[in-house]
C-alpha cells in the first residue's frame, strides 16, 4: 500500500522523461508492472496529456504555481501525484527544479503543501542523494505517503554505482515506505525489496517491457509490434515511436545494426519494413 493504494507488487515502472509515454506505460502495465509513473510533467503546461492508463503522475516545478490547477484538473486521470526533487540534467539546472531545488527548503514544503491540499490521492517524493536529505525527509513526512529515492549524487548524474547501503540509511530515518531506484535489475530486484518497500525500474526497463514479465512470473511477453499496435491507437508521433522502435533492439541479435539501421528510418512505414524482417 502506499496511502490508500493498494498495489499488485512492489515492481514499478520508473519516471522516464522521453520513454514513458502512454502505449509503453500500458504495456508495461499488461506485462505486470505494479505501478507506471509518467514522465516528469510541468504543472503550467498546456499540452494533451494521455492519461488513460491512469498512471503515476510525475510533477516538476521550482515553485507551487500552478499545482492546485493541475492536480484538480487531473485528479481523477492519476493513481498518484508525484513532486521530481531528483532530476541532474542540464534543464533542471537552468530552471531551478529537481535536483536543483533541494537547498531551498521553503519552496519544497510550499509545493508539498499545495500538492496535498489539492488531492485525495497519495503523493510521493523522488529524492537524490544529497547532504540535504534529512531535512527534506522531514518536510516529506507531514504530506507524502512515501519516499522514492535514487542514491546517486548530482555530479554522478546516472553513471558511477548506485549507493545502496545510503538509501538503507534513508529507510531507517523515515517511517514512511520507501521506494528504491538505481540500477534495479532481474537479478537484484527481489533482493532489494528485503530493504526496501518497493522498487523502481528505468534503464532496464527501456525497450524491455517484459523486465516485469520475469519478474512477476507472467507467460506472455510483448514487442515493438505490440508497442507499435498502441502507438497507431494513441496517436503518437514518428519521432517518439522511433525512438522506442530503437529502444526495443537493446535485446535482439544484432541488435546495434539494426540501431543504425532504425536511425535512418524516415518514415513510420520503413520502421514497419525494418521489424517485418526480423520476423
Known amino acids: 500500500m502506499i496511502g490508500n493504494l493498494k498495489l499488485e507488487n512492489p515492481y514499478f515502472l520508473a519516471p522516464m522523461a522521453g520513454v514513458n509515454d502512454i502505449a509503453f506505460r500500458i504495456l508495461c502495465k499488461r506485462a505486470g508492472a505494479g505501478l507506471v509513473y509518467t514522465g516528469m510533467i510541468n504543472p503550467l503546461s498546456q499540452k494533451k496529456l494521455d492519461l488513460e492508463d491512469k498512471p503515476a503522475i510525475q510533477i516538476f516545478s521550482a515553485n507551487e504555481k500552478g499545482i ?4 484538480t484538473k487531473y485528479e481523477n486521470d492519476a493513481k498518484l501525484f508525484d513532486f521530481n526533487l531528483g532530476c541532474a540534467k542540464h534543464i533542471a539546472r537552468r530552471s531551478g527544479f529537481g535536483a536543483f531545488l533541494q537547498n531551498k527548503k521553503e519552496n519544497i514544503e510550499n509545493i508539498l503543501e499545495s500538492m496535498r491540499d489539492s488531492t485525495k490521492k497519495p503523493i510521493t517524493i523522488k529524492l537524490r542523494k544529497s547532504n540535504e536529505i534529512s ?3 522531514k518536510i516529506a513526512e507531514k504530506y507524502c505517503d512515501a519516499i522514492a529515492i535514487h542514491p546517486r549524487t548530482i555530479a554522478q ?3 558511477g554505482k548506485a549507493d545502496v547501503s545510503f538509501a538503507e540509511k534513508l529507510k531507517k530515518k523515515t517511517s514512511l515506505p520507501v521506494i528504491y531506484s538505481g540500477d534495479v535489475n532481474e537479478k537484484n530486484a527481489d533482493e532489494l525489496l528485503k530493504k526496501f518497500d518497493f522498487v523502481m525500474i528505468g534503464r532496464e526497463a527501456t525497450g524491455y517491457p517484459n523486465i516485469f514479465a520475469k519478474l512477476t ?3 506472455e511477453e510483448f514487442g515493438f509490434k505490440d508497442y507499435l499496435a498502441l502507438a497507431k491507437k494513441y496517436d503518437i508521433g514518428f519521432a517518439q515511436i ?10 535482439m541479435e544484432g541488435g546495434s545494426k539494426l540501431r543504425l539501421i532504425l536511425s535512418g528510418a524516415k518514415h513510420l512505414k520503413d520502421i514497419e519494413r525494418i521489424y517485418n524482417k526480423i520476423d
Not at 492546485?68 to 492536480?71: E, G, N
Not at 525512438?243 to 537493446?250: M, P, S, V, Y
Open 157 to 159: 548524474g546516472y553513471s
Open 135 to 137: 531535512k527534506i525527509i
Open 68 to 71: 492546485k490547477d493541475f492536480i
Open 217 to 219: 512470473g507472467k507467460k
Open 242 to 251: 522511433k525512438l522506442q522502435a530503437i529502444h526495443f533492439t537493446k535485446f
